[in-house]
């Protein structure tokens, strides 16, 4: 971290602005949005800096620098276009232990002044370390359609009654876990809409219930998508953000466990093939133990937890204790992956259906419908078909598929790492094994595979490999 990000007080305080012209009068109004006092030094002043002086009872200095306007001030800024000047400001300004900002000179400043989202008294502050402001900018207009300018509302309405709720819920988690049962429920769409009287009844009300839902703990069964954590749902990252325990696999990317709750406890349990980290009757277990202690529990898969994850098998044995559990779709690495590769799953021309597969069964066999699946007009993945690979290609080919079929592996997909290997059914197996791929890995079988070479350019992650 470059920089410490503080928030300033600034009401009633003295701040100096060298400069009068546009950039100076943008500077301007932020101060005096924060309650400060401007004191601003410049031979020409904008009508607007002007006005801005005298809303807030400022001082306005019609000539050059002077080494002491900096008396008195808490706070400097140098919004001039002469460089010399900007230096004179920031010796100044640091001799006398000032804060001192030089508009667009990082190496001038003690402080930089972030992009700034205001939803007054929650405030979101933005900054690239001076390295890139305009980057900052376009990432505080993305946040600014995500936060609704009502959640200043709402953090007014949670201020008010910060203190009551801290004497009715002395444990820390129960009262976490009160607010934000109360910041996401019908209370905050009460203040969202105005009606303030209205969520207050309904806070006081929910204060003086039993309500056994916040020490009962409860399953979230989410899908972390193939490995991009740009790939995950909202609902997704938002119960990540709020489990007290994580369990997850070596499925998951670094990249998405560092999107979970920073103080959450973590457990890792596998899974690499023939190497478990915990059995899956045992992490069907910990999740019961888990959630029967009271515990928010995040069962975090790779991919989707319905498409061969397994997750049907951990939620009947939750359901058996009727243990309470939500379970969040993620994007399939059938999907992901394919996407990143620039391989269409289905396309008019080349395949009218598409079939999801495990390369291997509960005893390591791939005794599969091969006749089925040998059928034209199809696109197959496979999972976890690195193992089978030859036996795959093989099995195919001896049931009518054409050896010349397009086959692709995906290693490591969506990923920075990913890398794609193109070859056929009768050389994809040898393409692999000169090549010293490593799991995760996704097959993908059909025509559709030709479409590779001239959509790939689209992909966010691409490093192919072709075995022409």
Request: charged content about 25%; hydrophobic content about 40%.
């Amino acid at each position: 971290m470059d920089y410490f990000p503080v928030f300033l007080d600034l009401k009633k305080r003295r701040c100096l602005l060298v400069g009068g012209g546009d950039v100076a009068t943008r500077k301007g109004r932020l101060l005096v949005k924060a309650g400060a006092i401007l004191r601003v030094v410049a031979p020409q002043i904008s009508t607007e800096l002007r006005e801005l002086v005298q809303q807030c009872q400022g001082e306005m200095h019609l000539r050059e620098y002077h080494g002491s306007d900096v008396d008195d001030c808490v706070l400097a800024i140098a919004a001039t276009d002469i460089d010399s000047l900007n230096q004179v400001i920031s010796q100044d300004a640091k001799a006398k232990y000032i804060p001192v900002n030089v508009v667009d000179s990082p190496a001038l400043c003690t402080y930089i002044t972030p992009a700034i989202i205001d939803r007054s008294p929650l405030v979101i502050a933005i900054s690239s370390g001076g390295e890139s402001p305009v980057l900052a900018r376009l990432i505080r207009a993305k946040l600014e359609t995500l936060i609704p300018s009502s959640y200043g509302k709402l953090a007014q309405f949670a201020s008010r009654w910060r203190e009551r709720i801290k004497h009715r819920f002395a444990d820390t988690d129960q009262r976490r876990r009160f607010w934000e049962k109360i910041l996401q429920g019908p209370a905050a769409e009460l203040v969202f809409n105005g009606q303030d009287a209205q969520a207050d009844t309904l806070l006081s009300d929910a204060i003086h219930q039993e309500d056994d839902s916040l020490t009962r703990g409860e399953v979230y069964l989410v899908g972390g998508g193939p490995g991009d954590p740009e790939l995950l749902t909202l609902r997704a990252l938002r119960l990540m953000q709020q489990a007290d325990v994580v369990l997850y696999d070596r499925l998951v990317s670094d990249g998405v466990m560092e999107l979970v709750r920073r103080d959450a406890e973590r457990i890792y349990v596998g899974k690499r093939r023939s190497e478990h980290a915990m059995e899956q009757e045992n992490i069907n277990q910990l999740l019961v133990d888990l959630a029967l202690q009271g515990k928010r529990v995040l069962r975090l898969k790779g991919g989707d937890p319905f498409i061969f994850g397994r997750g049907g098998e951990e939620i009947e044995l939750l359901a058996q204790h009727h243990i309470p559990f939500q379970v969040v779709p993620g994007i399939t690495a059938a999907s992901g992956c394919a996407a990143y590769a620039g391989i269409p799953l289905t396309h008019r021309d080349y395949a009218q259906s598409v079939r999801f597969v495990t390369g291997h069964l509960q005893d390591d066999s791939t005794n599969l419908q091969w006749p089925e699946l040998a059928e034209p007009g199809q696109t197959l993945v496979f999972y976890m078909g690195l193992v089978g690979l030859a036996e795959i290609c093989a099995a195919l080919i001896a049931h009518g598929r054409a050896p010349d079929t397009p086959v692709a592996l995906v290693e490591k997909g969506t990923t920075r790492d990913q890398r794609v290997l193109i070859a056929d059914l009768a050389t994809m197996a040898q393409t692999v094994a000169d090549n010293n791929v490593h799991g995760p890995t996704l097959l993908i079988i059909g025509e559709v595979v030709k479409l590779h070479a001239s959509l790939q350019w689209f992909s966010p992650a691409q490093n192919p490999v072709d075995s022409d």
